[in-house]
């Protein structure tokens, strides 16, 4: 059974009312979790690619590297498709924050949605941190996310709240 059934979060996943690029966090983070991150996306097989500043793409690096060019103010990003119609982006800022968006128009329905929420319990158990999902550019108050005490994915807000 799922954590999360469509029908109580689909509000949350229209991008009409949300901005079409969530923004996704997981913070406190190091050079070593993002190493962690990397190796999964390996693991498990997904499309990947990899680029700075958005610019040709690269072979993927170390996290060590992506934190050498995030240090030296460039933006290392990595392009992960956990399926082929899904893609997120991660974008190393800093090292303390692993940073990623999901396109909201790729996230319609209870199969893309179980897709994202195992991707967010993988990252989340892999690194031992809640992995968080909020509105486009709200990034201080969750929607939604793998609470990594709980080891399952939780509503944070109230869907039917008419203040949403």
Do not use: C
């Amino acid at each position: 059974m799922p954590d999360l059934k469509w029908d109580d979060v689909k509000v949350l996943f229209d991008p009409e009312v949300n901005g079409v690029l969530p923004d996704v966090v997981v913070e406190r983070t190091t050079v070593e979790d993002w190493q962690l991150l990397l190796d999964l996306v390996r693991e498990q097989g997904w499309q990947y690619a990899s680029s700075v500043d958005g610019g040709e793409p690269t072979e993927l690096p170390s996290a060590a590297g992506m934190a050498e060019a995030a240090n030296a103010g460039e933006t290392p990003e990595l392009h992960v498709r956990p399926i082929t119609d899904m893609l997120l982006i991660f974008r190393m800022y800093q090292v303390t924050s692993i940073d990623f968006d999901v396109d909201l128009r790729e996230l319609q329905g209870q199969e893309r949605l179980d897709v994202l929420m195992d991707v967010f319990r993988l990252i989340g158990r892999r690194l031992g941190k809640s992995v968080l999902l909020s509105a486009e550019g709200d990034l201080g108050h969750p929607d939604l996310g793998f609470d990594v005490d709980a080891d399952r994915v939780v509503l944070m807000v109230n869907p039917n709240d008419p203040r949403m």
